[in-house]
């Protein structure tokens, strides 16, 4: 696409480009506990050096990314940051098809890794800087495509993370039990090649409705101006000339020369109140989306090989996270269609707020389950070691003793 309308019917291309995006991206993130099960057995190493390189992966993504943001506060700020350095430049299509290419070229050099230091190194950096070159430039892109319809349009795009965390884990496990970890990486390699799909169809130019229109005003006004011949050669209905003008008339055109300085004072206090308004907003979100992204990521992390530890199989994990990507899924699409009802304008943070307050109470929830299954875990290994002494005491021919109550 070279340049569309705000809200038109071409705006929602860019939405099917960030909900593949999404798929691809949520998907990834959501089965890297089962990637990391798989390579921790190839490369027989700790299971510290995996964990670090997801949050590498996690922090590159969102640190980078972090300039495309709309409420950044000023241009001083937002240049020392590459990810917005570069799309000021280059536009986000070429940004968004760099990170398409990279998290391919970074996913094929993690499949051939010779050991554990170049897969992080790959992993940890190549896709964590692609994957930064994509993620907030979808969201940046359809905000300046949509005004009335802006959270039907979110929801939209972010339902392909549920749809990717629901499809996925199954598809990487069935490519890395049939393929093995190698060759199912580079299976992985090659559909991050569908992230330039999204560049594709990403625009160039986003114009207003308004803008358009205006423009077609003027030049045709313009053009009638051109047509038309000059008022001054005109005699004026009073006598004389147009260009005489009484003093009446001239007195209130003096007098609003003055307006424009106060416009103008007016004005600046309005920018310096937003200026004030996007710092406090962007410390909001970075504090929140640690704390929420934090969370999210651990519970991604460790889930997989919990659910192993703790004798379910693969089948019954994945199938746990395909029905939680189902009940994010309609819950996105929920709140996205809330929020664009005209009694709930302007309340998008009261709803994000109270997501993260039920996230917050499960990941509770999720922590004293898990508290009290390593206890009983424990409890039976202890009990069955005992059990296994005693029988083995009694295969040697010995009876256990007892004492004689005294009399």
């Known amino acids: 696409m070279s340049t569309i309308v705000v809200d038109s019917p071409r705006a929602w291309g860019t939405v099917v480009g960030g909900f593949i995006a999404n798929f691809i991206l949520g998907g990834l993130g959501k089965s890297y506990g089962i990637i990391l099960e798989h390579f921790q057995d190839e490369f027989e190493a700790p299971t510290a050096v995996f964990t670090l390189t997801g949050g590498v992966i996690y922090m590159?993504?969102?640190?980078?990314?972090?300039?495309?943001?709309?409420?950044?506060?000023s241009p001083l700020l937002t240049a020392t940051l590459p990810n917005h350095f570069v799309v000021q430049r280059i536009g986000d299509r070429a940004v968004v098809m760099i990170g398409g290419i990279g998290a391919c070229v970074s996913l094929f050099?993690?499949?051939?890794?010779?050991?554990?230091?170049?897969?992080?190194?790959?992993?940890?950096?190549?896709?964590?800087?692609?994957?930064s070159c994509v993620y907030f430039n979808i969201f940046s892109v359809i905000g300046r495509c949509f005004r009335e319809k802006l959270g039907l349009a979110n929801g939209l795009s972010v339902a392909g993370v549920s749809v990717g965390q629901m499809a996925f884990p199954s598809l990487v496990t069935l490519f890395l039990q049939r393929y093995g970890v190698r060759a199912g990486t580079v299976v992985m390699a090659a559909f991050s090649l569908h992230l330039c799909i999204t560049a594709a169809l990403m625009p160039r130019h986003v114009v207003d409705a308004e803008s358009e229109e205006d423009i077609v005003v003027s030049s045709s006004s313009i053009s009638r101006r051109i047509e038309e011949p000059s008022s001054s050669l005109l005699p004026s209905p009073l006598g004389g000339s147009a260009n005489d003008l009484d003093e009446k008339e001239l007195d209130p055109m003096l007098q609003q020369r003055e307006t424009p300085l106060t416009v103008y004072s007016s004005s600046s206090k309005i920018m310096q109140h937003q200026e004030r308004l996007a710092t406090a907003l962007l410390v909001i979100f970075v504090i929140g989306k640690?704390?929420?992204?934090?969370?999210?990521v651990g519970i991604s992390f460790i889930a997989p090989p919990y659910g192993s530890q703790i004798g379910f199989s693969a089948h019954t994990t994945n199938m746990a996270i395909a029905v939680a990507g189902?009940?994010?899924?309609?819950?996105?699409?929920?709140f996205g269609w809330l929020t664009d009802r005209p009694m709930c304008r302007g309340r998008r943070g009261t709803f994000l707020a109270f997501t993260w307050l039920v996230e917050g109470a499960v990941?509770?929830?999720?922590?004293?389950?898990?508290?009290?299954?390593?206890?009983?875990?424990?409890?039976?290994?202890s009990s069955a070691s005992h059990s296994k002494v005693r029988n083995a005491f009694l295969r040697g021919g010995h009876t256990p003793t007892t004492r004689s109550r005294p009399t």
């Not at 993690?110 to 050991?115: D, K, L, R, W």
């Not at 704390?291 to 999210?296: I, K, L, M, R, T």
């Open 326 to 334: 189902i009940v994010d899924l309609l819950s996105r699409l929920f």
């Open 109 to 131: 050099i993690a499949a051939i890794a010779p050991n554990v230091t170049v897969w992080a190194i790959a992993i940890g950096g190549g896709v964590g800087f692609s994957f």
């Open 363 to 381: 990941a509770l929830g999720f922590g004293e389950i898990a508290e009290t299954s390593w206890s009983l875990t424990a409890i039976s290994t």
């Open 290 to 296: 640690v704390f929420a992204d934090n969370g999210d």
């Open 60 to 73: 590159l993504m969102f640190v980078l990314s972090l300039g495309q943001m709309p409420c950044m506060p």
